[in-house]
């Protein structure tokens, strides 16, 4: 990889692969633009240099996308709300760069940037679940699952009716889960394609590794050990990495670990594309006992609907819309947003609540690509 100064670097710079920070941190992918405040996120954390095995290129012009195709990103970059997004993102990524640098972190960072992301899905609910689906963050892929996780298992441990002290300690134990990805070679974590029976061996020691950082390095209780070390056991006793089963499993483990499946269906990843949200529920609800619990399934889908908040669907009548807004006791009937209405036309945001108009309802689930496309 050819190395380039951070001075060197201009806001609107287009590179022709994908740009690396200290290894496989990506600081932008190929053909997207560098924006200032990336450049100043380098100086704030002393980074000198970047590496790419690409060169800067002059982008193609860039073609506006129809104004009903505007991403969520771009319609609510410049709130306050999707600003405390990122900004959760980014201090979880700065405690696990810490780890990764055999840094101590103090225990009290994490308790910080849990309560901050409790807050904001108290106050913004639909607004935080909408940015798994329809948030654009490029980069800081493991900090950006964590966050997103921690959100979802806030919702379903609320949702199961959990003690306030419960409900923090699953945000917790889901935004610590995978850091002990952190321990493995950056090659296994990296490689594209599967995995090797040795090296799938070697993966399933992280949550082995997580446990070790949550109650000896962060000195967090057994809590929260218990949910980062048991998320990938399943239900019928077939997962790791002790093969323990049903209600044997602790509780948050069992949420973190329905959540971080549809997280992980939906997140596009360096092997494969992003599932839209009704295929991830689908297969979710496919699921028939084997690696889930089935009370925690039905809690997500009563808190998610069956075309989570983000969905992009089409309707009965010809109309494109946005799923807003669910209803827990009718999963197919949630408040959404119109784009384009039966006319072809564009709209000025109309809401309609599909469980009070019986006349209109989804036809199908529809992927954003192919919408833009």
Do not use: C
Not at 47 to 60: C, H, L, R, Y
Not at 85 to 109: C, H, M, Q, W
Not at 119 to 130: D, F, L, T, Y
Not at 298 to 307: L, N, P
């Amino acid at each position: 990889m050819d190395e380039f100064s951070v001075d060197s670097l201009k806001a609107g710079m287009v590179f022709s692969e994908t740009v690396f920070i200290e290894g496989d941190n990506i600081l932008v992918s190929a053909g997207e633009a560098i924006r200032q405040k990336d450049i100043d996120r380098l100086v704030t954390w002393g980074v000198t240099s970047v590496k790419s095995e690409g060169k800067p290129v002059v982008p193609a012009p860039e073609k506006k996308p129809h104004s009903t195709m505007i991403t969520l990103t771009e319609v609510q970059e410049n709130t306050g709300v999707y600003r405390s997004y990122i900004e959760l993102i980014e201090r979880v990524d700065k405690v696990f760069t810490e780890i990764a640098d055999g840094e101590n972190s103090e225990p009290r960072a994490i308790d910080n940037i849990t309560r901050q992301l409790l807050q904001a899905v108290r106050e913004h609910r639909n607004s935080m679940v909408g940015f798994i689906l329809g948030g654009k963050v490029m980069g800081l892929q493991l900090a950006k699952s964590s966050v997103n996780t921690a959100i979802l298992s806030a919702l379903i441990a609320t949702e199961l009716k959990q003690p306030n002290h419960k409900v923090m300690n699953t945000a917790i134990g889901a935004l610590l889960h995978d850091v002990g990805m952190l321990r493995l070679p950056k090659e296994l974590i990296s490689k594209k394609g599967g995995l090797s029976p040795m090296e799938f061996q070697r993966m399933q020691a992280h949550p082995l590794f997580a446990y070790r950082i949550v109650t000896r390095e962060f000195d967090f209780g057994e809590e929260i050990g218990m949910i980062v070390l048991q998320h990938h056991e399943r239900w019928d006793g077939e997962g790791y990495p002790r093969k323990t089963a049903g209600t044997a499993i602790d509780l948050g483990a069992r949420i973190l670990s329905v959540v971080d499946a549809f997280e992980a269906m939906v997140s596009q990843k360096s092997y494969r594309n992003s599932m839209i949200g009704y295929q991830a529920m689908k297969n979710l609800l496919s699921d028939n006992s084997r690696r889930f619990d089935p009370n925690i399934l039905k809690a997500f889908i009563q808190t998610m609907g069956i075309y989570p908040i983000g969905s992009i669907i089409l309707l009965n009548n010809g109309a494109l819309a946005r799923v807003t807004e669910v209803h827990g006791n009718a999963p197919l009937r949630p408040k959404i947003q119109i784009l384009i209405d039966e006319n072809g036309q564009t709209v000025e945001g109309e809401q309609i609540d599909l469980l009070k108009d019986k006349k209109v309802f989804i036809s199908r689930a529809v992927d954003p690509k192919d919408v833009a496309k």
